[in-house]
């Protein structure tokens, strides 16, 4: 087969086979650039410069067979995918690593995009049918009889669906990278927020509000209301919701019903909700901002029991 390891531009290991099993004999300059080992700690029993699907490899290197298939492997400068090929020559043969990692990335992206596209085609299919039923039963019952209660109802409907469509949009575009962002504290974030929320008898506490932050304004605003909404619509009108800051971020707590421990990893799934009034949508845009942001967001219990939204990752500046 020639000298493979000499013209090859991908990470090669040459093996031989013998009566005390499979060795290394070599490997070329690209495998020891990549993966930082001249061969001398390769053992390609267990673990042949990778971590994932070792068994696999190996048996095939031990039987003499063609391999090809795509594992995670620990490089120089950090994990990265490789598709490995095991070319059997005689009582030996290569092992090929070439690197896919930017075409395997792409893939999971296009993966994660199907899934985003599979759960708004199930809300706006599930949430749109229930309000367009509603509307045309309430249209018929006016055509009949003129009752204006009817025509509210058709209204309502309309409005329910109107607010569907507009969470939909939301959480398309709030997955997108953040560009921008602005020196801003939180407070005024929080203040501002407050305001645009329909909050009947609902009580405001900032207990610190002092975070000086980067951040795109106008998105952590958007998300900061969504939280604002879920604790009204699950804690009631009169909810008390408190806001204060972490070591590495801020929290927004409500004293509502809470959510159940083995549901909390749920609620920013996109449709999830126990209130008949949302869409189930306002967490999963949450979660979208905070995520473009850099941050994490959880879900913990309150120390009222009611609910607590806890965002960190945040690097907090000087104040102005």
């Not at 048996?59 to 950090?78: F, I, M, N, P, Y």
């Not at 804690?235 to 070591?247: F, K, M, N, P, Q």
């Not at 949302?278 to 845009?285: E, F, P, S, V």
Request: charged share 30%.
């Amino acid at each position: 087969m020639g000298d493979l390891l000499a013209v090859h531009p991908d990470p090669v290991i040459q093996y031989a086979k013998g009566e005390g099993g499979v060795g290394v004999r070599r490997v070329n300059e690209a495998f020891e650039s990549t993966f930082g080992d001249d061969g001398s700690s390769v053992a390609l029993d267990d673990t042949i410069a990778s971590d994932d699907d070792l068994d696999t490899v190996a048996e095939a290197v031990v039987a003499g067979e063609a391999l090809d298939r795509t594992v995670a492997c620990a490089t120089v400068d950090g994990r990265r995918r490789f598709r490995v090929r095991n070319v059997p020559d005689g009582d030996g043969g290569f092992l090929v690593y070439t690197d896919v990692s930017e075409y395997a990335n792409r893939i999971d992206e296009l993966e994660a995009d199907n899934e985003q596209l599979e759960a708004f085609a199930s809300v706006v299919s599930h949430d749109l049918r229930n309000p367009i039923s509603i509307a045309e039963r309430y249209l018929e019952r006016a055509r009949e009889d003129g009752d204006p209660e009817d025509f509210d109802r058709v209204a309502d409907s309309l409005d329910r669906m109107g607010t569907l469509i507009d969470d939909v949009l939301d959480l398309a575009r709030e997955g997108e990278a953040i560009d921008e962002t602005e020196r801003v504290t939180l407070e005024s974030v929080i203040e501002a927020a407050w305001e645009t929320v329909e909050t009947g008898d609902a009580t405001l506490e900032l207990a610190d509000g002092s975070m000086t932050l980067k951040t795109d304004p106008s998105r952590l605003r958007q998300s900061v209301e969504n939280l604002f909404r879920n604790a009204v619509e699950h804690g009631g009108a009169d909810v008390s919701v408190r806001v204060g800051t972490l070591d590495d971020g801020f929290y927004v707590a409500d004293d509502g019903s809470g959510i159940p421990a083995d549901e909390r990893d749920e609620v920013f799934e996109p449709g999830v909700t126990s209130s008949t009034e949302g869409t189930g949508l306002g967490l999963a845009i949450v979660e979208r901002v905070v995520e473009a942001h850099g941050w994490t967001i959880t879900a913990a219990e309150g120390t009222d029991g009611g609910a607590r939204f806890e965002i960190t990752g945040v690097d907090s500046l000087q104040p102005f």
